[in-house]
């Protein structure tokens, strides 16, 4: 089993969330690989889906049934109970901090 160094635990407990933040391009792609690795897993639907661009600086966008939502620089790809999200930096950081001790998920 893989270790994902991509997501990490965010508070507020009882019901932390699993998030990645899109800190640079190099990035993307192990985002993308997450996103597939919860999608295998059932721990989202196969309708999901999570695409790169080819922009500069690249960008990634995930399309649910809620519509398309884009992952620009600096955002966080938010996975809790209700499913993935995008969150703005500022959205992010008023509802989740990272834990006091480290821990990563198994993906």
Same mark, same amino acid.
């Given at each position: ?10 508070? /507020?407990?009882?019901?932390?969330? =699993? ?5 640079? /391009? ?13 999608? =295998? ?11 790169? $661009? $080819? ?53």
């Amino acid at each position: 089993m893989r270790r994902s160094t991509v997501a990490r635990y965010y508070l /507020p407990w009882p019901a932390p969330v =699993q998030a990645a933040h899109y800190t640079d /391009p190099t990035v993307l792609p192990a985002i993308s690989h997450w996103v597939t690795a919860l999608r =295998q897993q059932g721990k989202i639907p196969p309708d999901v889906t999570f695409t790169l $661009t $080819t922009d500069t600086p690249p960008t990634a966008t995930l399309t649910d049934n809620t519509g398309h939502h884009v992952l620009d620089p600096k955002s966080y790809l938010v996975l809790n109970h209700q499913g993935l999200h995008v969150l703005d930096p500022h959205t992010f950081h008023r509802h989740y901090q990272p834990p006091t001790t480290d821990r990563e998920w198994s993906t």
